[in-house]
């Protein structure tokens, strides 16, 4: 079975999602930089690619690294509505939006660190 890498056509087009949500999540400036990066890495291993992040920082360790930042339902309601858009806005084909949809919410969703 091809994985998310292969379907979704590698590293240029993750580049691309990344690329799109940043420039879609840049109305909040403590989300830049540096970041764009370690998200293309991460996202890159997480569809079945290369493992560029944890070949630099090792094991991800996501719901700590995220700590510091309050995240509710709001934010990860944010954060799910600018992945979805640029994964529209790259042309990410309707069944693998779905279930990438569907991975990136129990992700998003686990990153809660509020209540709300
Ligand atoms: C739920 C809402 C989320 C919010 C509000 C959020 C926010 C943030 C913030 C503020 C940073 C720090 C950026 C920086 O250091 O410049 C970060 C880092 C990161 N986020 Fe998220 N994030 C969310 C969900 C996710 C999800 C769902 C994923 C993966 C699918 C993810 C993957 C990452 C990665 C890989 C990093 C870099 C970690 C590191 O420092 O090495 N985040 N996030």
Request: contains cysteine.
């Amino acid at each position: 079975m091809q994985t998310h890498y292969e379907r979704l056509g590698g590293g240029d087009v993750i580049r691309k999602l990344v690329d799109r949500f940043y420039d879609l999540m840049d109305e909040d400036p403590d989300y830049y930089g540096e970041s764009r990066n370690k998200l293309f890495w991460f996202l890159s291993g997480w569809t079945g690619g290369p493992p560029e992040y944890i070949d630099r920082f090792g094991h991800p360790f996501l719901r700590r690294r995220h700590m510091p930042f309050a995240i509710g339902e709001a934010e990860r309601d944010q954060w799910m509505g600018c992945m979805i858009r640029a994964m529209q806005d790259v042309g990410v084909d309707a069944a693998m939006q779905q279930e990438l949809t569907a991975a990136f919410f129990k992700t998003a969703d686990f990153m809660r660190n509020q209540p709300g």
